[in-house]
């Protein structure tokens, strides 16, 4: 008897071992950003509105109907006059642009932004277990990733990945990667270079839907530092709670919305199609079906498919009743409240509409919405470290308190809609990040207005005619 309790005993002991090492090896899983630092580019690269229109008038394919296109599209925007652009353009080289342009604005952003990080936490880059780098517009031999290893002397065994063409939803994508190394590898910090390099595709033809990409787009970065470091755990900013990434390659129609192309002349440019929206709103309402029940309380979910279901049976009952009639493109609510599970929005700067038409799907006000409007007037489309400067604005505006979750929203190339969220480790304000890139400016934020002057500089081309149109001379 004493032998059979004493067996028993042993088996009873070694489940709990087992059960305690299984939740013990999952803490060191988690994913959680230590810091991360957005790239301010220095201000003799700010594009105003005078210098807007040098960009405009130099290019020779535009005619009259092309200017009144793009005024039409700046103003609307919601770009302000302090976004930064390439320093070839600076130099009136946009034509005419070299590797080297694209390679130098790339070493510009991440000596500044890496360098910035790595000091402030003090850790020496050869510390560093993993490298992420995202470009989606510049491939070099050796890659980016390279250069970054070899400008701050890492470890021979480093852990690279360099990624390209994945458009302005690749950050998240490079922190999905580091989500699945943590996964199997524990103790571990890995460090991620996200930017767009806008010099070489700089697009100088007169293809409507390529020249637009010039009036959205503007330079800017971030890298970011992840660990999943129990040591770390308390100085942490973030954990990663879940992710969802969606992909609409496969629709001929989504594929082909947003891509690089040439034009008729051969011109190289960045091509939106007038579909876009579509495209994105698919995705979107796919990626939310998909991480909705993931980060909604049960309540929320019970009430909605309530909500639903007594929908659909008045349907039945009234079919005229229920249809809607709205006009094609129309965003249509999701009818479920989001704010039940999340308290911050981050959501993609991808233009004026984009901001909009999230924020009326998920019913947000103008505070939610706030952070990314702020940034699209600052900073404009940074392609895929524009989330960064996002949260940084929140994180500036002492808006971020331990516990609160942070849903990141972004869209790109391909077609995809991936999105993820983060729930804050510990109070964040400005004092516990010096080098919060809206530092300089947030007390100025947000302006009574944030309408642009181009209207008021350039709105007499909307009443010229093209028989008798001359820009006046010393205009420019």
Known sequence: MDLLLLLFSLLLSYLFFKIWKLIDSKKDKDCYILDYQCHKPSDDRMVSTQFSGEIIHRNKNLGLNEYKFLLKAIVSSGIGEQTYAPRLVFQGREERPSLQDGIS??????????????????????????????????????????????????????????????????????????????KSYANKL??????????????????????????????????ILLTNKRSLRKKAMFRLKCMVRTHHGAREDSYNCCIQSEDEQGRVGFYLGKNLPKAATRAFVDNLKVITPKILPVTELLRFMSKLLIKKIKMRQNPSKGSMNLPPGTPIKAGINFKTGIEHFCIHTGGKAVIDGIGHSLDLTEYDIEPARMTLHRFGNTSASSLWYVLAYMEAKKRLKRGDRVFMISFGAGFKCNSCVWEVVRDLSVGGSKENVWNHCIDDYPPKSISNPYLEKFGWIQDEELDTFKIPDGFM
């Open 190 to 223: 890995a460090l991620i270079a996200t930017s767009e390099s806008l010099g070489p595709n700089w697009y100088s033809g007169n293809n409507r839907s390529m020249i637009l990409a010039n009036c959205l787009f503007r330079s800017g970065g971030c890298a």
């Open 105 to 182: 604005e790339m070493e510009e952003f991440y000596v500044d932004s890496i360098g910035k990080l790595l000091e402030r936490q003090q850790i020496s880059p050869k510390e560093v277990d993993i490298l992420v780098v995202n470009v989606s517009m510049l491939s070099t031999m050796p890659s980016l990733a390279s250069r970054i290893i070899n400008h701050y002397k890492m470890r021979e065994d480093v852990k690279v990945f360099n990624l390209t063409g994945m458009g302005c939803s690749a950050s998240l994508i490079s922190v999905d990667i580091v989500k699945n190394i943590f």
